[in-house]
């Protein structure tokens, strides 16, 4: 059998399509390694976290989704160029510019992450007890150079009676709790839930029912201050709880999502 000229006729090598493959790998890389940038930089103490966000959101964020799908159209090109052309190599530069699409959704994920849900308002001090929050003590000492005051709704542009009207509205599930166990079970459990989140015990004191911790954000190392309260009831014990942001306008919901997570380890079970 005669072979035909397709079969016979040489594969065309060319370099271009490895150059645009990598270009879109070092574009949508830089955008991942800018998202991973901007929170090493706050936890090295090389700028604040408001450096940090400006490059997570103002460039990361802002550039990751565009740079994420021109670089995974480039790598469909890619593939359709080599196998309607013959153009070798056929998968190598494709799978550059895949990868680049990669990092760069990374990129843009990331800070995405932190928007707040619709609804959300720019508040950063939650308590399950808006008319009397519980009090923080042993904290105070830890948030001597803070921003923030724990003083609930003691910040610029904010009223105590302000603060409890977003927190009911944007946060109507976050409510005192109520458990049918004695004040001194109820502060026993309430213990293991913190030790179980992981948080930093700063104070335990069952005579007043107090007990205070400290939590680590993941990606900017932000510390969060939780004070509980458990007080005994005719039938058992109400336990509220409280979470402030050191730094922050807003928190993206943040201490709303850490006082569940407490209730509901709280409530495991019982």
């Known amino acids: 059998m005669n072979a035909t000229a397709s079969d016979t006729a040489p594969v065309r090598r060319a370099r271009w399509p490895t150059f645009v493959g990598a270009l879109a790998l070092i574009a949508g890389l830089a955008i991942g390694v800018l998202a991973l940038a901007a929170p090493l930089g706050v936890w090295l103490g090389i700028w604040d976290f408001r450096t940090g966000f400006n490059l997570l959101f ?3 964020n802002a550039w990751g989704d565009i740079v994420a799908l021109a670089a995974a159209l480039i790598g469909v090109a890619l593939l359709v160029l080599a196998f309607t052309i013959g153009v070798r190599p056929r998968y190598r530069p494709a799978v550059l510019a895949f990868v680049g699409a990669i990092a760069a959704f990374v990129g843009y994920a990331v800070p ?3 928007r707040p849900d619709e609804g959300i308002p720019p508040i950063h001090d939650i308590s399950t007890d808006t008319v009397d929050p519980p009090r923080f003590v042993a904290v105070l000492p830890l948030r001597a150079d803070a921003p923030n005051t724990a003083e609930y709704g ?3 542009d904010m009223t105590p009676e302000r603060l409890a009207q977003l927190t009911r509205e944007a946060y109507p599930d976050l409510t ?6 004695p004040p001194e079970q ?3 459990r309430a213990l293991a839930a913190v030790d179980a989140l992981g948080w930093e015990l700063v104070a335990a004191v069952p005579t007043e029912g107090r007990i205070e911790a400290t939590d680590t954000t993941f990606w900017f190392r932000f510390k969060d201050d939780i004070v509980i309260r ?3 009831t ?3 014990s109400e336990i509220d709880a ?3 942001s050191r730094v922050g306008v807003g928190d993206a919901g943040t201490n709303a999502r850490r006082l569940r997570r407490f209730f509901a380890a709280l409530t495991d079970g019982a």
């Open 242 to 244: 409280r979470s402030v």
């Open 112 to 114: 995405e992450s932190y």
């Open 234 to 236: 005719d039938g058992g």
């Open 230 to 232: 458990i007080r005994g």
């Open 154 to 156: 003691r910040t610029p």
């Open 176 to 181: 005192t709790v109520m458990l049918p166990v």
């Open 58 to 60: 103002n460039y990361a």
């Open 186 to 188: 109820a502060f026993e």
